[in-house]
């Protein structure tokens, strides 16, 4: 089943995008060639200027402390493990010390490398990054494996303490869901959200044999999901077949 998910709001749009950037991160820096770790900085610029949005360290310091105030609320009730609840709100006090911890902007640290200043400067010139632009990263580039992976990982240390804290808070929402089968009539699918509940994430799994895209459109009242044919050259044009699949709406 592939699997779509679609945020409510642009919080949790900048947390799925930053997870898609530290998830591809994280596999580029343990493998050996150059090219690897050309497109792991690369990365870790897109980062740097997702995660430079002033609101994101308080929005995501509030999200961790609304969900401790959320598994307090718990204790007491004798269908929850006091142990589990316990390992979660230490999890989530551990990751809120340790951003907090962070001063200024997250990733400001990286500002003061003159070596990653003058590569982030030309990686957005088509071909920027030739040696006869940039001969220190050319030499860099040559270094030992090692060398070059200890570099990635004190680069990106800065970004650890974000990382996990929004990896921890998406899986609790997304864990806040239960799945349910539905079906989209004609290619099409429209479901009024109830009232009093404030959904932020969609999430939709379908087969991949049926070739069907799914496109998109949520706010706080109302779902809407159009199912779309892929043609041979890539072209999308609406389905008109009764489809199932499933759905999961993530408050």
């Known amino acids: 089943m592939i699997l779509y998910e679609y945020p409510f709001n642009e919080r949790i749009r900048t947390y799925l995008r930053l997870q898609q950037l530290f998830s591809r991160l994280g596999q580029l820096m343990p493998r050996e ?25 308080s929005d995501v310091l509030k999200d961790l402390d609304r969900q401790k105030q959320v598994m307090n609320g718990y204790r007491g009730n004798p269908a929850i493990s006091e142990q589990a609840l316990d390992l979660i709100v230490d999890q989530l006090e551990q990751n809120f010390e340790a951003l907090n911890a962070l001063s200024g902007k997250i990733g400001s640290s990286l500002g003061d490398s003159d070596f990653l200043n003058s590569l982030k400067s030309r ?23 090692a060398k070059r992976q200890a570099d990635l990982h004190q680069w990106s240390a800065c970004f650890v303490p974000i990382s996990k804290s929004i990896q921890m808070l998406l899986k609790m929402l997304r864990d806040s869901g239960s799945a349910q089968k539905v079906m989209a ?24 044999a049926l070739g069907l895209v799914p496109e998109i459109s949520c706010n706080r009242l109302l779902v809407v999901i159009r199912l779309m044919q892929q043609q041979t050259d890539g072209r999308l044009v609406s389905s008109s077949e009764d489809t199932a699949f499933e759905m999961t709406l993530c408050a």
């Open 33 to 57: 060639s150059a090219i690897d770790h050309h497109f792991a900085l690369i990365t870790l610029f897109e980062i740097l200027e997702v995660a430079a949005r002033p609101e994101l360290k």
């Open 123 to 145: 990686v957005v010139i088509p071909g920027g990054t030739c040696e006869f632009d940039l001969p220190a990263y050319h030499a860099w580039q040559h270094m030992d494996v």
């Open 185 to 208: 009539t004609a290619g099409q699918l429209q479901q009024n959200l109830p009232q009093g509940r404030t959904f932020q994430l969609l999430r939709l799994r379908i087969d991949p």
